[in-house]
Nanobody, 126 residues
Framework: QVQLVESGGGLVQAGGSLRLSCAAS????????MGWFRQVPGKEREFVGS????????SYADSVKGRFTISKDNAKNTVYLRMNSLKPEDTAVYYC???????????????????WGQGTQVTVSS
């Protein structure tokens, strides 16, 4: 019932910036918290950050805190992940996801999200 389309991934040098976008279809976006996760081969999917349903609250993994910023534009049905000061260890496939709750703040747990985007590759060269 919900489709998420991600864009903005690519190749960037260390210290550079990228902004990922996740455009959502369906009627649930404005009432749902959203999350960003990333995954590298052989590793579990890792929490990056989340944003509450209204966009008023955010939460970040320690590894990206101070460098990444999540925002949510309910009028455009889009959530963003702005990534600054990128490091090679940020290289991963990045996924956006819809939290299962209604009017919630999101969480860091993969299994609490019920819709996922296709993923977009971010590669940071040293």
């Amino acid at each position: 019932q919900v489709q998420l389309v991600e864009s903005g991934g690519g190749l960037v040098q260390a210290g550079g910036s990228l902004r990922l976008s996740c455009a959502a279809s369906g009627r649930t976006f404005s009432s749902r918290a959203m999350g960003w996760f990333r995954q590298v081969p052989g590793k579990e999917r890792e929490f990056v950050g989340s944003i509450g349903w209204s966009g008023a609250s955010t939460s970040y993994a320690d590894s990206v805190k101070g460098r990444f910023t999540i925002s949510k534009d309910n009028a455009k049905n889009t959530v963003y992940l702005r990534m600054n000061s990128l490091k090679p260890e940020d290289t991963a496939v990045y996924y956006c996801a819809v939290h299962r709750g209604w009017y919630g703040s999101g969480s860091s747990k993969v299994d609490e999200y019920d819709y996922w985007g296709q993923g977009t590759q971010v590669t940071v060269s040293s």
